[in-house]
């Protein structure tokens, strides 16, 4: 068995989840902390790769014995998550853990992961939303919001997302199915939510960059297909910033296998 | 005439509102980005003075040119907003601004404040709470929760709240009128918001430590009068930490005066 830990993190002070030679990540912090508690490396496998200052609200990674596909500990999972807690800097926190099998695999195994993008639309930033949300300052108003969710559904189901995808990057497929894309505003705040099988490198911040050329009106919501079409970046918006992105949800398909245990 | 602005701000990383010698104080900030806007030296008058670690969705302060009542100036109010925020440190944000007579007091002229107090009720605290709600890890359960509520509405209208005033401190008379004062849960946060015409040393502090003692089954809701009569702090609850405490609203009775401009 190995341990599946679901953890939340505010990115702003890491490269990323990755690991990388000269900045702290998530990862690292977990290398370490797993280290100290159980008095061995163990190898880390997290459910994907949130870039420099994105955030999670729920983020999941297993953890094995290195070179082994096993945690061997007596340790209670709710044990587990205090102890981990108290090896971590306070800005990652493991809330919940449970125990998988051994050929559990935490990115290859994702279901369904949702991202939460927030977006600040007032000309003065709130001071609470600093480095959590995209300050947009230029008003967008009811009518351009009403757009974006007409944008968004244009998203949903199985497209290839080639014009959503960064430049350069390297990939198998780049068809997606999007199950949810939906924009809400709360007060100041624009919040799209948006699930999907699994999401190309930037995909999801070039879709708000384009959502919000549709709020300020540079789009109209009936260019989404030609975009999608035209599998060109060039021809979606700009990439939305890393600090206003929350991986929010990750789910797994695999809840009642044999030796599936919940904390 | 003078300038009345409203600020918001991060307390995380400051003393508290007043100007202290050998650290970063709120005041101090706008002491500096009014002089490099204006000019000249300018004297500011605060609402209140939150302690360090306090935080405020809206704190009100005046704006005159220093030894005078009045600020010399051609710019909008909107400008001024603006101009203010390019020169203060991100975590402090001018959101509003207008102009209000010489006469006008920010401290003694307020008809009404409301504080709103955060306490975050899991095991495992969440990251994006980190200095921004109490991290309260023992459950209260719903039960909890309504004797909380209970408790709080002993505390409506006028009292002497010497015992929900820190020890030491000096002041004329320590009646007050509290007018809101609520329990509601969301999630794992706890929100207690109380508005009064004024707040002794410490007072939403206190009574929040009391009302937790109050959710967890130290003290019952009757007990409460019996608190209030007895005028002694050391039968009230323990003094909640800073970082929970936001100033949420502020409010001045004569917004119909002659000269009073919003912006």
Redesign the interface.
Known sequence: MKLLIHI???GTNYCGYQVQSNAPSIQKMLNCATEELFGYPCDLVGCSRTDSGV?A?EFCATVAKHGSNDLPTDLHPDRI??AL?AHLP??????AAEWVPSEFHARYDVLEKEYLYRIYN???????E?N?AWHFPQKIDAEGIFKMQKAASFLLGAHDFSAFMAQGSRVESTVRTIRKSTVEMENHLILYRVAADGFLYNMVRIIVGTLVDVGRGKLQPEDLPAILESKERTRAGQTAPACGLYLDRVSYPNKNIPGYEHS
């Open positions: 939340a993190y505010l955030h609200h998550v205090q807690c306070e800005d990652i926190r493991v809330f007032h000309p003065v930033m709130d001071p609470f600093l959590r």
